[in-house]
């Protein structure tokens, strides 16, 4: 048995030898192509640093107020008077041809607008009762009314906005801006997530890095108490204590970085360093107290330690300040199967003062220029009725976002919709073509910014995608 034993011994450390020591066998040449392909380890230390993009962005950062569950376009960006006149119809046969809903019979009867429109802004753009303050802001925006894509179930539909793929893996467009373009600040993440309402039915996955390293993924920041859990340290241990076990630690992390490049090495570094560093910045940008009682009326926040999308929206405008490249607000809200009246009303009620007022901030401050703000869901809802007489199903043929900022035309409608809001009629925006017009104003050919993984070249856009010419300046 004890020879068995020693011969079995033997084979375990002649094999640990070759995979250790032999440097052409196939954990060699396995670090020879990671090395090669993911860089040096001091250029992987560098990764947040700031980047140059391809040519002269017109954007530097980013702000995404996502309305995950489907905002329904019908009662606020897209008027369908005809809608309105045939309601509790029959669509027209021709009109389903090959279509497939969600969740209702697609014969449902028509439901016409429960909502009035007027035009406002110089622009003369149509916008709903239910959204006065961004009416206000008509001139600034640029509204786009034929949205299009693939999916038609929320997590899926999230996840495609978002990352460009319906499936999980994938690099978020925060992500890979972040890639791209590295941070400006020294003592915040530089893609910071905020979250109101509930969490969105794609979860993590809308703001993860998928294949990227984990120094480009977004960070969530908690609503009360510390922005991140344990960001405080505990009673009896102070913060040279703290900095000296953080120096030590990053030292033996060093010296495995230094010998096998491993990019989650650097990630780990990284996140403890920022962790050390948001003990400090993390408490003042959360303190809204700094700011005048007028601005925080302006974006409707009656309590500033409530947390909410209000709130949220200054949080945004206080991280872009501070430099940070891309902050998106997650508000999933908008699911309107039924109760669409009184729920899609108190839905505007929460948001629609704290959007417009962000874009007035940022114009106040004379950053909007420079800044991409985008306002978007998943997909549309149906103009045929579900959930009885006051609710409709998910649609994806046809949604509507508005952009401000960041080289987008301003006071601009782009697209439209058939008589009834079931097609696009006119100049169809697909996913692919939103996410590749915004790379295109942070500085980037979308075709060109690339990641290798698994013997392949990704991209968000994956291999779709035209840039909207019509949306810009």
């Known amino acids: 048995m004890n020879n068995e034993i020693q011969i079995e011994q033997s084979k375990l450390l002649r094999r640990r030898w070759f995979f250790r020591d032999c440097g052409l066998g196939?954990?060699?040449?396995?670090?020879?192509?990671?090395?090669?392909?993911?860089?040096?380890?001091?250029?992987?230390?560098?990764?947040?640093?700031?980047?140059?993009?391809?040519?002269?962005?017109?954007?530097k950062r980013v702000v995404y107020l996502f309305q995950a569950g489907a905002p329904s376009q019908?009662?606020?960006?897209?008027?369908?008077?005809?809608?309105?006149?045939?309601?509790?119809?029959?669509?027209?046969?021709?009109?389903?041809?090959?279509?497939?809903?969600?969740?209702?019979?697609?014969?449902?009867?028509?439901?016409?607008?429960?909502?009035?429109?007027?035009?406002?802004g110089q622009c003369g753009m149509d916008i709903s009762e239910l959204l006065p303050h961004t009416a206000k802001i008509a001139d600034d925006i640029c509204l786009i009314r034929s949205m299009t894509t693939d999916a038609v179930n929320h997590a899926p539909a999230q996840i495609l906005m978002n990352t460009g793929s319906q499936q999980?893996?994938?690099?978020?467009?925060?992500?890979?801006?972040?890639y791209g373009l590295g941070s400006e600040s020294e003592n915040l993440p530089g893609y910071v997530v905020l979250t109101s309402?509930?969490?969105?039915?794609?979860?993590?996955?809308?703001?993860?890095?998928?294949?990227?390293?984990?120094?480009?993924?977004?960070?969530?920041?908690?609503?009360?108490?510390?922005?991140?859990?344990?960001?405080?340290?505990?009673?009896?241990?102070?913060?040279?204590?703290?900095?000296?076990?953080?120096?030590?630690?990053?030292?033996?992390?060093?010296?495995?970085?230094?010998?096998?490049?491993?990019?989650?090495t650097a990630a780990r570094i990284q996140s403890y360093e920022s962790a050390y560093q948001l003990q400090s910045s993390a408490p003042e940008l959360m303190d809204l107290s700094q700011e005048p009682q007028h601005v925080l009326d302006a974006y409707g926040i009656k309590d500033a330690s409530v947390s909410n999308f209000a709130r949220n929206c200054l949080l945004a405008r206080r991280l872009l300040?501070?430099?940070?490249?891309?902050?998106?607000?997650?508000?999933?809200?908008?699911?309107?199967?039924?109760?669409?009246?009184?729920?899609?009303?108190?839905?505007?009620?929460?948001?629609?003062?704290?959007?417009?007022?962000?874009?007035?901030?940022?114009?106040r401050l004379g950053m909007l220029d420079e800044t991409l703000v985008i306002w978007a869901g998943e997909f549309g809802r149906t103009p045929m009725v579900q959930g009885g007489d006051d609710g409709?199903?998910?649609?994806?043929?046809?949604?509507?976002?508005?952009?401000a900022g960041g080289g987008i035309k301003p006071g601009y409608i782009h697209g439209a919709t058939d008589e009834l809001g079931f097609n696009v009629t006119e100049n169809p925006v697909h996913v692919h073509d939103l996410n590749a017009t915004l790379l295109h104003q942070l500085g980037f050919d979308h075709e060109k910014l690339t990641y290798r993984f698994q013997g392949r070249d990704?991209?968000?856009?994956?291999?779709?995608?035209?840039v909207v010419k019509d949306l810009l300046i």
């Open 458 to 466: 990704f991209r968000l856009t994956d291999v779709h995608g035209t």
């Open 392 to 403: 409709r199903d998910h649609h994806n043929r046809c949604f509507s976002v508005w952009l």
């Open 168 to 178: 999980f893996g994938r690099p978020s467009f925060g992500s890979w801006s972040l």
């Open 321 to 363: 300040e501070r430099d940070v490249r891309f902050v998106q607000l997650f508000h999933e809200a908008w699911d309107q199967h039924n109760n669409l009246t009184k729920a899609l009303k108190n839905n505007c009620e929460e948001t629609d003062q704290p959007a417009a007022a962000l874009v007035r901030d940022l114009k």
């Open 74 to 120: 019908l009662e606020m960006f897209d008027p369908k008077p005809e809608l309105t006149k045939r309601d509790g119809q029959l669509p027209p046969k021709d009109l389903l041809k090959d279509y497939r809903a969600a969740f209702i019979d697609p014969n449902s009867a028509l439901l016409g607008g429960k909502y009035k429109f007027s035009k406002h």
């Open 26 to 59: 196939m954990a060699g040449m396995a670090l020879a192509s990671m090395i090669s392909r993911d860089a040096s380890a001091e250029e992987i230390t560098r990764a947040l640093a700031p980047k140059l993009p391809h040519f002269a962005p017109k954007a």
């Open 197 to 264: 309402a509930k969490g969105t039915s794609g979860g993590a996955s809308n703001y993860g890095c998928g294949f990227l390293p984990t120094v480009y993924g977004g960070v969530p920041f908690r609503g009360t108490g510390d922005p991140v859990l344990y960001l405080s340290n505990p009673p009896g241990y102070d913060r040279q204590a703290q900095r000296d076990s953080l120096d030590t630690l990053n030292e033996l992390n060093q010296l495995t970085l230094n010998e096998i490049a491993d990019p989650e």
